[in-house]
């Protein structure tokens, strides 16, 4: 019976690793899997978990299960993290997943089921897998404009039209907090607010993924378009990954969190979301979040932490400066300045799915089809060969 089975196709972005491990070019470059690297290419674990890791190994008691909805003071850390004390806890019903693609995924059978006919609105571009996790879970959804037709800025105007004209009052819109992948282009604080305006105005419920906390300007700072909408509206979704800020990218840890008008609401719908995870993965996995509740709950711990989380965003934004200066040398005619603004491990290149291509066959540079860059692939080494090779296919 499975040979009516066929193939599925490769995902796109795990297919291009498979195709980089093969590739026997001695100055390969993969620039596109969306994991931090440092100067030596390594993806390291932060000392902060190793030391979490370490008090959690001695006090360990048990591999009993956890509660359906994770561990309490775990799920408290990420609601302050994302709102701050901005909303009142007994408003917000937060659940510990399986990283953040869990957390999209309670979410999505969550408003399936609990706010049927609703349709979810993605900006175009967005991460591959918003679709296909929404499409998973039947939730109908739609795209709206958010990327200019210059690749280079956000078009705030179609976005807000899309929003105000075609989405109707009660659907959901998928917002990136910060450091939108695969564009690296956010909105400014005062475009914020013109998102925030027309979400309240048109009765919207904004669905925040919220990835990358800390990697583009800050952990505050990065929480201030969140917070704008949070000053506009009493109802939201956020899902939160720790997989980037925290190095856990295996460990599987993130959240989803709701934010109700009133408590008991938030109690109504926490049971739901515990019906969907009960049915899904029964209850999330301790190790990631019990790393995380450690570092949080430990003020030199989290001082540790935080620092190495501004290391990470600084060697970021240093790699990214200096791919602008570098390209600058080549002689290649073309002004990479439009990434400077840019946040996150991505970049809108603007090279197209031939250059992309080229560069793969000629040198071994793997780069996403539509041109995303993952700048902390580059390294301080291997700037100037990766430059050359981008301007050759630029002026090929
Ligand atoms: N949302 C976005 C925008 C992402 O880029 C990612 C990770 N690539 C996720 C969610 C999911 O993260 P996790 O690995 O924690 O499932």
Same mark, same amino acid.
């Given at each position: 019976?499975?040979?009516?089975?066929?193939?599925? /196709? /490769?995902?796109?972005?795990?297919?291009?690793?498979?195709? +980089?491990?093969?590739?026997?070019?001695?100055?390969?470059?993969?620039?596109?899997?969306?994991?931090?690297?440092?100067?030596? #290419?390594? @993806?390291?674990?932060?000392?902060?978990?190793?030391?979490?890791?370490?008090?959690?190994?001695?006090? *360990?008691?048990?591999?009993?299960?956890?509660?359906?909805?994770?561990?309490?003071?775990?799920?408290?850390?990420?609601?302050?993290?994302?709102?701050?004390?901005?909303?009142?806890?007994?408003?917000?019903?937060?659940?510990?997943?399986?990283?953040? @693609?869990?957390?999209?995924?309670?979410?999505?059978?969550?408003?399936?089921?609990?706010?049927?006919?609703?349709?979810?609105?993605?900006?175009?571009?967005?991460?591959?897998?918003?679709?296909?996790? $929404?499409?998973?879970?039947? =939730?109908?959804?739609? #795209?709206?404009?958010?990327?200019?037709?210059?690749? &280079?800025?956000?078009?705030?105007?179609?976005?807000?039209?899309?929003?105000?004209?075609?989405?109707? /009052?009660?659907?959901?819109?998928?917002?990136?907090?910060?450091?939108?992948?695969?564009?690296?282009?956010?909105?400014?604080?005062?475009?914020?607010?013109?998102?925030?305006?027309?979400?309240?105005?048109?009765?919207?419920?904004?669905?925040?993924? $919220?990835?990358?906390?800390? $990697?583009?300007?800050?952990?505050?700072?990065?929480?201030?378009? =969140?917070? @704008?909408?949070?000053?506009?509206?009493?109802?939201?979704?956020?899902?939160?990954?720790?997989?980037?800020?925290?190095?856990?990218?295996?460990?599987?840890?993130?959240?989803?969190?709701?934010?109700?008008?009133?408590?008991?609401?938030?109690?109504?719908?926490?049971?739901?979301?515990?019906?969907?995870?009960? @049915?899904?993965?029964?209850?999330?996995?301790?190790? #990631?979040?019990?790393?995380?509740? &450690?570092?949080?709950?430990?003020? *030199?711990?989290?001082?540790?932490?935080?620092? *190495?989380?501004? &290391?990470?965003?600084?060697?970021?934004?240093?790699?990214?400066?200096?791919?602008?200066?570098?390209?600058?040398?080549?002689?290649?005619?073309?002004? +990479?300045?439009?990434?400077?603004?840019?946040?996150?491990? $991505?970049?809108?290149?603007?090279?197209?799915?031939?250059?992309?291509?080229?560069?793969?066959?000629?040198?071994?540079?793997?780069?996403?089809?539509?041109?995303?860059?993952?700048?902390?692939?580059?390294?301080?080494?291997?700037?100037?060969?990766?430059?050359?090779?981008?301007?050759?296919?630029?002026?090929?």
């Amino acid at each position: 019976r499975f040979s009516v089975v066929p193939t599925a /196709p /490769p995902d796109a972005i795990l297919g291009l690793t498979d195709a +980089f491990n093969a590739d026997t070019n001695p100055n390969k470059m993969n620039l596109s899997v969306g994991v931090y690297k440092d100067a030596t #290419g390594q @993806t390291p674990v932060l000392q902060s978990v190793k030391a979490a890791e370490q008090k959690l190994l001695s006090n *360990e008691k048990t591999k009993g299960y956890l509660s359906i909805g994770g561990l309490q003071d775990y799920c408290d850390h990420v609601r302050t993290l994302a709102f701050g004390d901005q909303v009142p806890a007994e408003r917000v019903a937060v659940l510990q997943t399986p990283g953040g @693609t869990g957390a999209l995924r309670v979410a999505a059978d969550f408003l399936k089921t609990q706010l049927p006919g609703a349709k979810v609105w993605i900006p175009t571009p967005t991460w591959d897998n918003h679709r296909a996790i $929404f499409d998973a879970a039947l =939730l109908p959804n739609d #795209g709206y404009r958010y990327l200019a037709a210059d690749r &280079t800025s956000l078009d705030l105007d179609a976005m807000v039209a899309d929003l105000r004209e075609k989405a109707s /009052p009660g659907d959901t819109v998928l917002l990136h907090g910060c450091c939108h992948n695969p564009t690296g282009i956010d909105p400014t604080a005062e475009q914020w607010k013109v998102i925030a305006d027309v979400i309240a105005e048109r009765r919207l419920l904004p669905l925040i993924d $919220f990835a990358y906390q800390g $990697f583009g300007d800050g952990l505050e700072a990065d929480a201030v378009g =969140l917070r @704008t909408v949070m000053d506009r509206v009493d109802e939201a979704m956020v899902c939160t990954s720790f997989s980037k800020n925290f190095g856990l990218y295996s460990e599987r840890v993130g959240a989803v969190s709701l934010v109700a008008a009133q408590a008991s609401e938030a109690a109504a719908a926490n049971s739901q979301l515990k019906r969907m995870v009960r @049915t899904n993965y029964s209850n999330p996995p301790r190790h #990631g979040g019990a790393i995380v509740a &450690t570092i949080l709950s430990d003020p *030199e711990l989290t001082a540790i932490w935080k620092s *190495e989380l501004d &290391t990470m965003r600084n060697r970021i934004t240093q790699l990214r400066q200096q791919f602008v200066e570098t390209m600058k040398t080549t002689g290649a005619g073309h002004d +990479f300045s439009f990434l400077l603004p840019q946040k996150g491990m $991505f970049s809108y290149s603007g090279l197209t799915p031939m250059q992309v291509d080229e560069l793969k066959q000629k040198y071994g540079i793997y780069i996403v089809g539509s041109g995303r860059i993952n700048v902390a692939g580059m390294s301080e080494s291997n700037m100037q060969s990766l430059c050359d090779a981008v301007a050759s296919v630029l002026e090929g």
